[in-house]
């Protein structure tokens, strides 16, 4: 699951722990992408997302504005989520995209 928005993507990788990670290094390798980082790596139960094989969405500036979660993720630069990012905001914003409940899907 992707989402993009301000040259930045969010995105969500779940499975096998070493698919997952061999992933997330094929893209920290592709020279289209830079400043890739982890925002968070953990273990889980399920899978949050199960389903998806692929979903992906470019806000738009209306979509930010009516989703205040989204806006702190891709309003500020990477080394700033961490103290101006509400914890769990990718995630609420996220769910959101998947299940439709905020008109992003």
Known sequence: MMLFAKGNILQVLEGEDCAVHE???????????????????EDI????????????????????KELPDAAQIF????????????PGAALVVLRSFADGSMGIR
Request: hydrophobic fraction near 30%.
């Open 23 to 41: 992933t997330f290094r094929r893209n920290e390798r592709d020279v289209r992408h830079y400043d890739v980082f982890t925002l968070i790596d």
């Open 45 to 64: 139960d399920e899978r949050q997302f199960d389903g998806w094989s692929m979903g992906y969405r470019t806000l738009s500036e209306v979509d930010l």
């Open 75 to 86: 309003q500020c630069k990477p080394s700033e989520l961490a103290t101006r990012v509400r």
